[in-house]
C-alpha cells in the first residue's frame, strides 16, 4: 500500500512537473517553418498588394484558433513618391494568462515585406517586391507557434503577440517611412504597461548566428543579459555572446515610448547575402534555426519571468 502510493504520488508529481516543463520543449521547429511557407505563397506582402490583404486575412484567421482576443489596429500612411494613401494594419492577439492581473509581455515581429529589392543588382529587378521568407515571415512564424502552444498551456502572464505592419516600407535615407506600425502603436500603448517585450527579425537562416543587437544592449543592458544567460543555459547555439551593430527596427519606437523590448535579430545579415533581395526565400530558412529562437522565446515565458 505504501509502495503503490507512493507510485501514484511521484507519478502525480511527474505529470504537474510535466505540465510546467513540456511548454518549452513542444516548440516545432517543423510547424513553424509550414508557416514561413504558407505566408510565402500568398506572394509579396507589401502594403496595397493582394499578397499583404490575403496574408493578414490568414494571420487573423490563424491567431483566432488560439484565442478570442484578436483585433487590429488600422492606420493610414501616404506614400508621396506615388502619390497613394494606403491602410496599413497591426494585428494583436492576447493571451489572458494564469494570472491576468499581472504585468503583460509583449512578442512580436513584423509581417509586412520589403515592396522593393533594392539590393538586387539589375535595376529591373530593384523595382520588384520581395518575398520576405526570413525578412518578414520567419518571425511572425515562430511567433504564431507559440501561440498555438499557448492556447494549450496558458502562460503564467498575460501576453500579447503583436504582427507590425509597414516596418520595411520606407527607402533609404526617409527613415520616418520605416516602422510605421510600431510607431502607430507606440502612440497607442494598452493602459496596463508591459513587463518586457522580445522582438523577433530575421530569425530563421540556416546559418543563424544572433548577437546581442546594439540599440537593445545599450538601452536595456540588464534584460539582454538576462536573455543571453538564459539562451547559453538552454545551450542554444545560435544565440552568440557578444555585441552586434544597432539596427534600426520596431524595437526604438517602442523603447522611446517607454517599453522594455529587446531586438532578437540576425543583425550580420543586414547588408549582406540574399537581404533585400527576390532570394529572400524559404529555401534560406532552416526548421532548427525557428526552434531555438521560440524554444528561448517559450524559456523566457514559463520559467525566466514569472508573476510578481
Known sequence: MIKRTFAVFGLGLAVIFSQIQAPVG???GESAFKFIEQQVAFGPRNPGSEGHKNCQQFLIAELKKYT????????LFRDIDLNRTFTLTNIIAHFPGKDPR?????LAAHWDTRPRADREKDPELKKQPIL????????????LEIARIMAQYPP???????????????????????????????????????????LLDMVGDKNLRIPKEGYSARML????DKVWKRAQ?????????REGSEILDDHQP?????????DIIHADLVGSKYWHTLEDTPDKCSPESLKQVGTLVLSLIYEEFQPE
Open 26 to 28: 513542444l516548440f516545432s
Open 68 to 75: 478570442p482576443q484578436v483585433s487590429t489596429q488600422p492606420f
Open 102 to 106: 499581472a504585468q503583460r509581455v509583449l
Open 132 to 143: 520576405g521568407a526570413n525578412d518578414g515571415a520567419s518571425g511572425v512564424a515562430v511567433l
Open 156 to 198: 503564467p502572464v498575460p501576453v500579447d503577440i503583436v504582427f507590425f505592419d509597414g516596418e520595411d516600407y520606407g527607402v533609404v535615407g526617409r527613415y520616418q517611412d520605416y516602422l510605421l506600425g510600431a510607431r502607430h502603436f507606440a502612440k497607442n500603448l494598452p493602459k496596463t504597461p508591459y513587463k518586457f517585450g522580445i
Open 221 to 224: 543592458p540588464d534584460l539582454v
Open 233 to 241: 543555459l538552454l545551450k542554444l547555439s545560435v544565440f552568440v555572446n
Open 254 to 262: 517602442l523603447i522611446q515610448a517607454g517599453v522594455p523590448i529587446i
